[in-house]
């Protein structure tokens, strides 16, 4: 309880900043994992996501292709797909940049991670402006939302535009949404189901 009220401390203590403080706390994270659902357009993806420092990847599918698992290696830098179920027959050594794992918005599994979207965020807000818009809930919780613009002409991987809801007890952000120069929504994402530092089983990212 005490390190929840430290961190809501934190982050309205530096309300035109708020990102660099969620960035400060993730520096001491060391695993994670979440439930995630993203939206862009009439395309849904659901899926269990699980991430060790220094990025290693797991994602077991729900939506589509319920059952599919795939991970990501840094140290070899090749993603394993067993399309019907982990360590099932048959699977696949690809590379990261191979767009048939790509998400439908194009993002990569190697930079999938929370750690990438705050880099992205933080990119914009070099090149732009942040306002921090209010306390609101978001999956149940308590979260500042936080929405980054970039300067006329300025985006990140197509995104011009961030609104991000950051737990307020942890830093992270339960909810994203991403709009290209034009205004238009790319992608809405929620995340569910949080765990911080979980203890994952040996060889859980194993190829």
Known sequence: MLGELLMASLLLADPANPIQSAIGHYQDVASYQ?????????????????????????????????????IYDPSSKQVRLWPFGYRSFPAFTLSPENRLI????????????????????????????TEVVGIEYAGGKETMHITVEGNQGFSVEAVHRFQLWLDQATGFPLKISSYDAAGQLIEAVEMDELQINPRFPDNFFGQ
Do not use: C, W
């Not at 599918?61 to 599919?68: H, L, S």
């Not at 439908?104 to 880099?119: C, I, W």
């Open 34 to 70: 979440v439930m995630v659902k993203s939206s862009s357009g009439d395309k849904t993806e659901i899926m269990r996501y699980y991430f060790r420092k220094p990025g290693y990847v797991r994602m077991e599918f729900i939506k589509p292709f319920n059952g599919a698992t795939l």
């Open 102 to 129: 790509q998400s439908s918005t194009g993002h990569r599994v190697d930079r999938s991670d929370v750690g990438a979207l705050f880099r992205n965020v933080q990119a914009l807000q070099e090149h732009g402006k």
